[in-house]
């Protein structure tokens, strides 16, 4: 049985399951990715909730696993060598279960740096970016009187769609037939952006195609589905 001992996060969050990966999360769109990813590819896990609203990621325990302070994290058991590992930051993480497991992410080199693109223009831009809309149209910076940030972050977003519209025109997946964790790692993000923020009407959702199309099919997978209420908000 492999000893996480010697890792201060699994002090607040135990593991019942040790043999298992370990996530500490919460649903957000980015802490779904990786619960999507698990539950698509079938790799054993324990998820742990980590109440961002009560500032659990500030915690020292937490920290010793992510100095970013953000989740998701992960602590693998059965990493490199054997060895437990641990890793932060979303994107990494994707890319992380996609070649442990052989599966979300094709075998030909340049089909594979070609989805990684797409994982980096997600967490370069669409997340990033989605975020500040969501800020500035729904939470504390509505109250804001001068609107050209979220006149801003309303036009950007309209245009990262617009590349999102264009690279599915044509395609089922972001990669054509295969789905991959390029469409893992946007799924939660724009579900969040019409469904959380509300921001449809500001974004001119509607006048989009094949994008919802995308998303419907995504929203549909069984895995999708249990993802994107794991962990449990608590």
Do not use: C
Not at 97 to 111: N, V
């Amino acid at each position: 049985m492999p000893d996480l001992s010697a890792f201060p996060i699994t002090q607040r969050w135990p593991a019942e399951h040790p043999d298992r990966l370990q996530i500490y999360s919460f649903p957000t769109p980015n802490g779904v990715k990786v619960s999507i990813a698990l539950e698509e590819t079938g790799l054993p896990y324990e998820a742990h909730t980590v109440k961002i609203g009560a500032n659990e990621t500030w915690t020292p325990e937490f920290l010793s696993l992510n100095p970013n302070g953000k989740i998701p994290a992960i602590l693998d058991p059965d990493g490199p060598g054997g060895q437990p590992f641990a890793l932060f930051e979303s994107g990494a993480i994707l890319l992380y279960l996609a070649e442990k497991t052989g599966q979300l992410i094709p075998r030909d080199p340049a089909r594979r740096m070609e989805t990684i693109q797409w994982v980096f223009f997600q967490m370069g831009g669409l997340g990033p970016i989605f975020g500040q809309l969501g800020f500035f149209h729904k939470f504390a910076g509505r109250e804001i009187e001068d609107k050209r940030p979220l006149h801003r972050y309303r036009d950007e977003s309209k245009r990262l769609l617009g590349v999102l519209e264009q690279r599915l025109d044509g395609r089922t997946w972001i990669m054509g037939d295969d789905y991959t964790i390029a469409d893992i790692s946007m799924l939660g993000w724009v579900r969040n952006l019409v469904g959380f923020y509300g921001a449809g009407d500001l974004v001119d959702y509607s006048s989009l195609k094949h994008v919802p199309a995308w998303l419907e099919r995504g929203l549909a997978r069984p895995a999708v589905q249990r993802g994107l209420d794991i962990p449990p908000r608590g």
